[in-house]
């Protein structure tokens, strides 16, 4: 089974109330990580998003290596560390 899958049924077995915790505390995380950003950023980083459409050859190489630069600011490896945790706080050990 994918690790999607997993997730999913996982998240079956807890109830709609701390299902809804937890995505309100991943929101809080996402909030967190996004606050690394100065004022503006957020603006460009979506700028920058909309304009790839998900493809790196619409972006010239400087708004590329700008793009690099917004997304290690909001240092993903953490967020995603942190999300899980609190995905999941029920989890066996």
């Known amino acids: 089974m994918s690790f999607l899958g997993t997730a999913t049924r996982t998240a079956g077995r807890f109830s709609p109330?701390?299902?809804?915790?937890?995505?309100?505390?991943?929101?809080?995380?996402?909030?967190?990580?996004?606050?690394?950003l100065e004022p503006g950023e957020g603006t460009e980083l979506r700028r920058l998003i909309a304009k790839s459409r998900g493809r790196r050859g619409n972006l010239s190489e400087s708004e590329r290596s700008r793009l690099l630069e917004l997304v290690r600011k909001l240092e993903p490896g953490a967020f995603a560390r942190n999300a899980a945790k609190t995905a999941v706080p029920l989890r066996r050990r």
């Open 17 to 36: 109330w701390a299902r809804a915790i937890a995505v309100g505390e991943i929101a809080l995380t996402a909030k967190r990580h996004l606050d690394n």
